[in-house]
């Protein structure tokens, strides 16, 4: 019996790691857009299992601040832009009804594994933008507004969040403005306790200061090196 539960173990096992592969697979032929579309739709349903007013109208101010296109939207004046973001509106919302109406009903940790692995797949599209931090924090300002807008977020739907910014390389968070502050202000007090020189204490804390955004430089570097 023991023999037989342990088989079973590392089949599922192995189930598991072939899924996770499927899945990297599937999110690997998909566009950055389509990604984006995910993360909106799951949490655009997740949770409160219906769509307000309220979610239309914070999603096309979300496909306006995303700058989202898509080869797929049919555009009848392409020139006229409150008429495109009203299409595109349109299409992004009938595509997450028709892929993630029934998000609401899966589990809450096999929503994190799948946050888990478009987040990861986006960061290797990210990489190839200008400007990657902003992009993916614009991203994670869309699902927080997402997240609050019957009123306060919910546990689930901050985790959910805290997900999606712990994988993804590009979301520095608070980490480093904590470390700055802290590794500053200790700096300064020490100075100030040792030497009466202000000028001396100024020169310092800038090169402190200066230190640390190379350090952070170096390391969101390291962090898009191994994407």
Not at 97 to 110: C, I, K, M, T, Y
Not at 147 to 163: C, D, F, H, Q, Y
């Amino acid at each position: 019996m023991a023999d037989n539960e342990l088989e079973g173990t590392e089949v599922s096992d192995e189930v598991r790691a072939a899924s996770e592969s499927s899945t990297s697979q599937r999110l690997a032929a998909l566009s950055k857009e389509e990604k984006q579309l995910i993360l909106i739709g799951v949490f655009l349903f997740y949770g409160t299992r219906r769509v307000t007013q309220k979610k239309i109208s914070a999603l096309k101010t979300i496909i306006h601040h995303l700058q989202f296109d898509s080869d797929g939207i049919p555009h009848r004046d392409p020139t006229d832009e409150e008429l495109k973001l009203a299409e595109t509106t349109g299409w992004v919302l009938n595509v997450l009804r028709s892929n993630f109406a029934g998000e609401s009903a899966l589990p809450e940790e096999d929503v994190k594994v799948l946050l888990r692995e478009v987040t990861r797949s986006l960061d290797k599209d990210l990489k190839r933008e200008p400007d990657p931090e902003q992009h993916a924090s614009r991203i994670v300002e869309a699902l927080e507004k997402l997240a609050g807008l019957e009123g306060n977020a919910t546990t689930n739907e901050k985790n959910l969040i805290r997900v999606v910014k712990s994988q993804s390389k590009f979301i520095t968070g608070n980490s480093w403005r904590i470390i700055g502050s802290i590794t500053l202000i200790v700096s300064i007090v020490v100075l100030a306790a040792v030497s009466d020189d202000v000028s001396v204490i100024f020169t310092v804390a800038v090169l402190v200061a200066t230190c640390l955004s190379a350090l952070k430089w170096v390391t969101q570097s390291l962090s898009r090196a191994l994407i």
